[in-house]
């Protein structure tokens, strides 16, 4: 399976039944675009973690960690930075040296990316903690990617970004991951040869914050008026700020200035993104904020120069660091551009799967199949041989980020088991560190439907099941309502209309480095030659 090489258009919702859920459809769950030159922060209320993006033209391009999800290097498109969709992926699967075998390496593989344009091509670099660092080009970012190259071996080297200097030399800004460097806090540069594939020579460090910016990281490398410059947050993700360094030499030694902080804001942790302009002369800056179960959701901020130092946000005590803003004039880009949100809901009706999945592990090719004739997607049960004890370690999940702080999932399936043995489930799940769902499962007693949760399922825990009823027939409505706070109350309904309320409600909680996501599945408890198989009619998001 390769879903790069995909159409967009087949990759993207399709109509089926009403014009709420149109292929170009906008959200019905968070839109930042206020409709009246103003947007509202977040633009993007979904898990986009380590945001990082570039201009080309008057488009512009983003990219975000997607770790052990499957497709990944999400690139998303936008004209006026405020209005966003997916238009592809990067990645379609991760390369066999990568610790994934056919399990799930929970927050491993891919962190931190970044994406610039450089000769007619853009370039991803991004760090694998227990690998090293891979770099990806194309000419179309909503094409086919090459093949992913090693650029520097190491463990524990992490959030690489390139930088192609005027005079031809080229350069990589990385940091390091103390859960596998054994060291934190530090920033190297290393030369890389003219192609941007291969590291030249050992990484030099050009900076060390553990005195007064620990845990800086991330870094995004530039050169501006004849400084280089690195923008780079520190004192953690869910409470540090963001510092910029500038220096005459790219080795340094780099000056060092807060140039955005949480201040008098709500937005907690303000740092890690992206400066981008726009060709009317504005600067801008995309940013993350960690909000716990939803993940961390994408911002926009204004960004002036001043003294040749960034001031990102609104500095209102002109101290030269910034304050978030939560409203804002949307950016001058020349021209006003339509609503447009990243795929949510999916009517299944294209013929292929929308841009907004991504499985929990490299899938296999026979794990789904997408009629578009008949408007299903069908999911064949997989085999959980060893003992079904969580969904926890299922590669086979397919899942999509939550979109809002507050939403409705609902879908419509027909179990279709093989009637040879017993044990095929299907159905509904809110996925993080702890778990919540509706299983639909062929018994011995028919159809029975269980609202279950997983508390702690990275440790190793068991489901454990809260209420349970048996139905008559194989299809079935599931829903899952999210409200403030995260949490979850699941419902059921066999005509689509009355929906009954069934076992507790479920605290979702963020996922490894992700935050926590909805989706489905379909296993079984037996290997063999065969098995049934899950046709969902659609997958819809609410508010």
């Given at each position: 399976?390769?879903?790069?090489?995909?159409?967009?258009?087949?990759?993207?919702?399709?109509?089926?039944?009403?014009?709420?859920?149109?292929?170009?459809?906008?959200?019905?769950?968070?839109?930042?675009?206020?409709?009246?030159?103003?947007y509202?922060?977040?633009?993007?209320?979904?898990?986009?973690s380590?945001?990082?993006?570039?201009?080309?033209?008057?488009?512009?391009?983003?990219?975000?960690?997607?770790?052990?999800?499957?497709?990944?290097?999400?690139?998303?498109?936008?004209?006026?930075?405020?209005?966003?969709?997916?238009?592809?992926?990067?990645?379609?699967?991760?390369?066999?040296?990568?610790?994934?075998?056919?399990?799930?390496?929970?927050?491993?593989?891919?962190?931190?990316?970044?994406?610039?344009?450089?000769?007619?091509?853009?370039?991803?670099?991004?760090?694998?903690?227990d690998?090293?660092i891979?770099?990806?080009?194309?000419?179309?970012?909503?094409?086919?990617?090459?093949?992913?190259?090693?650029v520097?071996?190491g463990?524990?080297?992490?959030?690489?970004?390139?930088?192609?200097?005027?005079?031809?030399?080229?350069?990589l800004?990385?940091?390091?991951?103390?859960?596998?460097?054994?060291?934190?806090?530090?920033?190297?540069?290393?030369?890389?040869?003219?192609?941007?594939?291969?590291?030249?020579?050992?990484?030099?460090?050009?900076?060390?914050?553990?005195?007064?910016?620990?845990?800086?990281?991330?870094?995004?490398?530039?050169?501006?008026?004849?400084?280089?410059?690195?923008?780079?947050?520190?004192?953690?993700?869910?409470?540090?700020?963001?510092?910029?360094?500038?220096?005459?030499?790219?080795?340094?030694?780099?000056?060092?200035?807060?140039?955005?902080?949480?201040?008098?804001?709500?937005?907690?942790?303000?740092?890690?993104?992206?400066?981008?302009?726009?060709?009317?002369?504005?600067?801008?800056?995309?940013?993350?904020?960690d909000?716990?179960?939803?993940?961390?959701?994408?911002?926009?901020?204004?960004?002036?120069?001043k003294n040749?130092?960034?001031?990102?946000g609104?500095d209102?005590?002109?101290?030269?660091?910034?304050?978030?803003?939560?409203?804002?004039?949307?950016?001058?880009?020349?021209?006003?551009?339509?609503?447009?949100?990243?795929?949510?809901?999916?009517?299944?009706?294209?013929?292929?799967?929308?841009?907004?999945?991504?499985?929990?592990?490299?899938?296999?090719?026979?794990?789904?199949?997408?009629?578009?004739?008949?408007?299903?997607?069908?999911?064949?049960?997989?085999?959980?041989?060893?003992?079904?004890?969580?969904?926890?370690?299922?590669?086979?999940?397919?899942?999509q980020?939550?979109?809002?702080?507050?939403?409705?999932?609902?879908?419509?399936?027909?179990?279709?088991?093989?009637?040879?043995?017993?044990?095929?489930?299907?159905?509904?799940?809110?996925?993080?560190?702890?778990?919540?769902?509706?299983?639909?499962?062929?018994?011995?007693?028919?159809?029975?439907?269980?609202?279950?949760?997983?508390?702690?399922?990275?440790?190793?825990?068991?489901?454990?099941?809260?209420?349970?009823?048996?139905?008559?027939?194989?299809?079935?409505?599931?829903?899952?309502?999210?409200?403030?706070?995260?949490v979850?109350?699941?419902?059921?309904?066999?005509?689509?209309?009355?929906?009954t309320?069934l076992?507790?409600?479920?605290?979702?909680?963020?996922?490894?480095?992700?935050?926590?996501?909805?989706?489905?599945?379909?296993?079984?408890?037996?290997?063999?030659?065969?098995?049934?198989?899950?046709?969902?009619?659609?997958?819809?998001?609410?508010?």
């Amino acid at each position: 399976m390769n879903l790069l090489k995909i159409g967009i258009a087949g990759l993207l919702l399709s109509l089926s039944l009403t014009p709420s859920f149109a292929q170009d459809a906008v959200s019905q769950t968070w839109v930042a675009d206020l409709g009246n030159g103003m947007y509202k922060n977040p633009i993007l209320y979904a898990d986009y973690s380590d945001p990082d993006a570039c201009r080309v033209g008057d488009d512009y391009y983003m990219t975000a960690s997607s770790f052990n999800c499957i497709p990944g290097l999400p690139i998303l498109h936008s004209k006026d930075l405020v209005n966003w969709t997916i238009i592809g992926y990067a990645i379609d699967r991760m390369p066999e040296n990568a610790l994934f075998g056919t399990g799930v390496n929970h927050g491993g593989n891919v962190w931190a990316p970044a994406i610039r344009y450089h000769n007619g091509e853009f370039y991803i670099y991004y760090g694998d903690p227990d690998l090293g660092i891979f770099m990806t080009k194309t000419k179309d970012p909503a094409g086919t990617w090459e093949p992913l190259v090693l650029v520097k071996e190491g463990k524990g080297l992490i959030d690489s970004c390139p930088l192609f200097d005027d005079d031809g030399n080229v350069y990589l800004a990385h940091g390091y991951a103390g859960s596998r460097a054994g060291i934190k806090s530090l920033l190297a540069v290393t030369r890389l040869t003219p192609d941007g594939k291969k590291a030249v020579g050992e990484s030099r460090i050009i900076y060390d914050g553990h005195d007064i910016d620990p845990t800086i990281e991330g870094p995004k490398f530039y050169k501006r008026n004849g400084y280089y410059y690195i923008f780079a947050p520190a004192g953690g993700v869910a409470t540090g700020w963001q510092v910029a360094m500038r220096s005459k030499s790219v080795f340094g030694p780099y000056e060092r200035k807060i140039v955005m902080a949480q201040g008098k804001s709500p937005i907690n942790g303000p740092h890690q993104g992206a400066w981008v302009d726009t060709s009317t002369g504005e600067d801008w800056f995309i940013h993350f904020q960690d909000v716990g179960a939803i993940g961390r959701i994408t911002h926009l901020q204004p960004m002036v120069w001043k003294n040749d130092w960034p001031v990102i946000g609104i500095d209102e005590d002109g101290d030269g660091s910034g304050d978030p803003v939560l409203t804002y004039k949307k950016p001058n880009v020349g021209k006003t551009y339509p609503i447009a949100t990243p795929a949510e809901s999916d009517e299944f009706s294209a013929g292929t799967l929308g841009l907004q999945w991504q499985w929990h592990a490299n899938p296999q090719s026979w794990w789904y199949f997408a009629d578009s004739t008949k408007g299903l997607l069908s999911l064949y049960s997989v085999p959980v041989v060893d003992g079904y004890k969580s969904l926890w370690d299922a590669p086979n999940l397919l899942l999509q980020k939550a979109p809002a702080p507050e939403f409705t999932t609902t879908m419509k399936l027909t179990l279709v088991p093989d009637n040879r043995f017993f044990g095929e489930k299907t159905g509904l799940v809110v996925m993080g560190l702890d778990y919540g769902v509706l299983t639909f499962e062929n018994t011995e007693n028919g159809f029975v439907l269980s609202q279950a949760e997983c508390i702690k399922a990275e440790k190793g825990t068991t489901e454990k099941v809260n209420a349970s009823v048996t139905l008559k027939n194989p299809t079935v409505y599931l829903r899952v309502k999210i409200s403030e706070g995260a949490v979850c109350t699941f419902s059921y309904s066999e005509d689509g209309k009355k929906f009954t309320t069934l076992g507790n409600t479920f605290q979702a909680k963020e996922g490894k480095w992700i935050g926590a996501k909805v989706g489905t599945f379909c296993n079984r408890p037996i290997g063999g030659n065969d098995g049934g198989r899950v046709d969902i009619d659609w997958f819809r998001l609410t508010k």
